[in-house]
């Protein structure tokens, strides 16, 4: 089992910045693949980014390309979000998650965090 802990949520303005943190723990492996989506009222939860532990390779989706950087740190097995030039539709929960395998489908991501609410104010 492996376990994530989102935080960094919040409140800004159009036009800020956030950083999110998910911390994994547990039985987590070097091979994994630690994603980042999100959820607004509504709609389907959406790809946003995702990592491969162990190159380092990044995926993002179209939506928050050149926006959104995804990084992770090695030593605390933590992944981060950093999100710039923030959007009112970029307003959802967002949610850590990992997987042996890559993908932007959420039903391929068999670990979950329980989410961290971003809100974008216009």
């Known amino acids: 089992q492996v376990q994530l802990v989102e935080s960094g949520g919040g409140l800004v303005q159009a036009g800020g910045s956030l950083r999110l943190s998910c911390a994994a723990s547990?039985?987590?492996?070097?091979?994994?693949?630690m994603a980042w989506f999100r959820q607004a009222p509504g709609k389907e939860r959406q790809f946003v980014a995702a990592?491969?532990?162990?190159?380092?390779?990044?995926f993002y989706g179209d939506s928050v390309k050149g926006r959104f950087i995804i990084s992770k740190d090695n030593t605390k097995t933590m992944v981060y979000l950093q999100m710039n030039s923030l959007k009112p539709e970029d307003t959802a929960v967002y949610y850590c998650?990992?997987?042996?395998?890559?993908?932007?489908?959420?039903?391929?991501?068999?670990?979950w965090g329980q989410g961290t609410q971003v809100t974008v104010s216009s």
């Open positions: 547990g039985r987590f492996f070097g091979t994994y693949v």
């Open positions: 990592i491969t532990w162990d190159s380092g390779r990044t």
């Open positions: 998650a990992a997987d042996r395998s890559s993908g932007s489908s959420p039903v391929q991501y068999d670990f």
